[in-house]
């Protein structure tokens, strides 16, 4: 359905007509429909998706829309949808909200609801803790098979989950059994016999990014959640982990392109943010850069010998900051996807030191030929190589080992990216160019 037609039936009054087809979209499908609606028309559309949806479809939708809900909704209305959401949606969509929207809201909550809503936000923003739902499926060791599942069918419905089921004995979790694994084995069986003791989990404390990298590597589908003493006290979905990746990846790109993090959408943000977000990083490298400016200008008296040296700084200066960047870029992805650690320095710094040299001599040796040919001067086209190579060769160096020293000083390897690296590269060019041609040319 498109919005034309949405907004067709809706004039025409033909309500049923849309509760009708709303019912057969997928709730982020509806979501997405109503974002591009006017706030006029928001909640008499709302009103029509199922009542078992529309809690979905809430959660979904973007914070001024919520928002605009919540003010033109009754308290029975407010009462059905956040009695529908699970605890960890609820608890996003309350952060997002204004402190004068949370404190009406919360007196439509129930106080066992309010008072595991208000323990998860104790969590630090970073936290496993802050991501998880309590709201899980508990199975015990003596249960027989027939037991469990009725129990599935009992809670299931009030469970964010139910093709991971979680075995507790004293409120400590000592196994976790599947449901497929329920299905195919015999009803007298005890789930103890079935259950897996051996399982990965993750610590309420623990870095969210961390837990969320999980999920990658192991493929699941839920993350059981334990705190200090061992006992289990939630679970972390898929879908929030996709959620905590994609933040994380978002950050990383704005770092790495010299610019504060902002997880607001791009066209939601005013131009006053984006330029704020954006002004820090580039006052700090530009006048970092005004350091490579200086060290030209120590080098007039070459500049007199040799005119056509200036010729060849931009060049030099771009083959050095890509260099640097590709390599940064390699190392930041494998950091980020815990393919690489600090454990691997020197493996990382060999292999790059290695690369430096192939690629630096295929450069080399194309300008060198390039400006024998084009100037007839060999000592120019020797020195231009030559700094070429040592160039690259520091370009790398320096590329591959700031992110993972900023990993070991637990900094955001992200910040080491093109741009900082760049004019880090560019100084170093500089000064190794003109060393050489004072060294070549026996310029004083």
């Given at each position: 359905?498109?919005?034309?037609?949405?907004?067709?039936?809706?004039?025409?009054?033909?309500?049923?007509?849309?509760?009708?087809?709303?019912?057969?979209?997928?709730?982020?499908?509806?979501?997405?429909?109503?974002?591009?609606?006017?706030?006029?028309?928001?909640?008499?559309?709302?009103?029509?998706?199922?009542?078992?949806?529309a809690a979905?479809?809430?959660?979904?939708?973007?914070?001024?829309?919520?928002?605009?809900?919540?003010?033109?909704f009754?308290?029975?209305?407010?009462?059905?949808?956040?009695?529908?959401?699970?605890?960890?949606?609820?608890?996003?969509?309350?952060?997002?909200?204004?402190?004068?929207?949370?404190?009406?809201l919360?007196?439509?909550?129930?106080?066992?609801?309010?008072?595991?809503?208000?323990?998860?936000?104790?969590?630090?923003?970073?936290?496993?803790?802050?991501?998880?739902?309590?709201?899980?499926?508990?199975?015990?060791?003596?249960?027989?098979?027939?037991?469990?599942?009725?129990?599935?069918?009992?809670?299931?419905?009030e469970?964010?989950?139910?093709?991971?089921?979680?075995?507790?004995?004293?409120?400590?979790?000592?196994?976790?059994?599947?449901?497929?694994?329920?299905?195919i084995?015999?009803?007298d069986?005890?789930?103890?016999?079935?259950?897996?003791?051996?399982?990965?989990?993750?610590?309420?404390?623990?870095?969210?990014?961390?837990?969320?990298?999980?999920?990658?590597?192991?493929?699941?589908?839920?993350?059981?959640?334990?705190?200090?003493?061992?006992l289990?006290?939630?679970?972390?979905?898929?879908?929030?982990?996709?959620d905590?990746?994609?933040?994380?990846t978002?950050?990383d790109?704005?770092?790495?392109?010299?610019?504060?993090?902002?997880?607001?959408?791009?066209?939601?943000?005013?131009?006053?943010?984006?330029?704020?977000?954006?002004?820090?990083?580039?006052?700090?490298?530009?006048?970092?850069?005004?350091?490579?400016?200086?060290?030209?200008?120590?080098?007039?008296?070459?500049?007199a010998?040799?005119?056509?040296?200036?010729?060849?700084?931009?060049?030099?200066?771009?083959?050095?900051?890509?260099?640097?960047?590709?390599?940064?870029?390699?190392?930041?992805?494998?950091?980020a996807?815990?393919?690489?650690?600090?454990?691997?320095?020197?493996?990382?710094?060999?292999?790059?030191?290695?690369?430096?040299?192939?690629?630096?001599?295929?450069?080399?040796?194309?300008?060198t030929?390039?400006?024998?040919?084009?100037y007839?001067?060999?000592?120019?086209?020797?020195?231009?190589?030559?700094?070429?190579?040592?160039?690259?060769?520091?370009?790398?160096?320096?590329?591959?080992?700031?992110?993972?020293?900023?990993?070991?000083?637990?900094?955001?390897?992200a910040?080491?990216?093109?741009?900082?690296?760049?004019?880090?590269?560019?100084?170093?060019?500089?000064?190794?160019?003109?060393?050489?041609?004072?060294?070549?040319?026996?310029?004083?």
């Amino acid at each position: 359905m498109t919005k034309e037609i949405l907004l067709s039936l809706l004039n025409e009054k033909k309500y049923k007509s849309i509760h009708d087809v709303l019912s057969k979209y997928n709730a982020v499908d509806i979501a997405n429909l109503l974002s591009e609606l006017e706030m006029k028309d928001l909640a008499p559309v709302f009103r029509m998706i199922e009542k078992d949806k529309a809690a979905e479809v809430f959660s979904y939708m973007e914070n001024d829309q919520r928002e605009h809900l919540l003010n033109s909704f009754t308290n029975q209305e407010i009462q059905h949808i956040l009695d529908s959401m699970y605890t960890d949606d609820m608890i996003d969509f309350l952060e997002d909200m204004p402190a004068n929207v949370v404190k009406p809201l919360l007196e439509n909550i129930d106080s066992e609801t309010r008072a595991e809503i208000n323990k998860i936000l104790k969590y630090g923003e970073d936290s496993v803790g802050s991501i998880m739902t309590t709201e899980f499926v508990e199975l015990y060791p003596d249960m027989t098979v027939s037991e469990a599942l009725a129990r599935i069918k009992k809670v299931g419905i009030e469970s964010e989950t139910i093709y991971t089921c979680y075995v507790i004995e004293r409120r400590k979790l000592v196994g976790v059994v599947s449901a497929k694994k329920l299905l195919i084995s015999d009803d007298d069986v005890l789930i103890k016999d079935i259950m897996h003791e051996e399982f990965v989990f993750s610590h309420t404390t623990d870095d969210r990014e961390d837990a969320a990298k999980m999920f990658r590597k192991y493929g699941f589908i839920a993350l059981p959640v334990l705190d200090s003493e061992g006992l289990i006290v939630g679970i972390v979905t898929f879908d929030d982990a996709i959620d905590v990746l994609t933040e994380e990846t978002t950050e990383d790109m704005q770092k790495m392109a010299a610019m504060v993090a902002n997880d607001e959408s791009y066209l939601k943000t005013s131009v006053f943010t984006h330029a704020k977000n954006r002004i820090v990083w580039l006052l700090v490298l530009m006048l970092s850069a005004s350091v490579t400016g200086m060290i030209i200008s120590k080098y007039e008296k070459a500049f007199a010998v040799v005119p056509l040296l200036v010729s060849f700084i931009p060049m030099l200066m771009d083959t050095g900051g890509n260099c640097g960047s590709q390599s940064a870029t390699l190392i930041i992805r494998g950091l980020a996807v815990d393919e690489l650690h600090f454990s691997d320095f020197w493996k990382i710094i060999w292999k790059e030191f290695r690369v430096s040299l192939l690629v630096s001599a295929v450069l080399a040796l194309a300008n060198t030929l390039r400006i024998y040919i084009i100037y007839k001067d060999l000592a120019l086209a020797v020195v231009v190589g030559f700094s070429i190579i040592c160039t690259v060769i520091v370009a790398k160096m320096v590329g591959c080992t700031l992110p993972v020293l900023a990993k070991k000083l637990k900094m955001d390897p992200a910040i080491m990216a093109a741009p900082l690296i760049t004019t880090i590269v560019d100084t170093c060019s500089i000064i190794i160019y003109f060393k050489i041609a004072t060294i070549m040319f026996d310029i004083q």
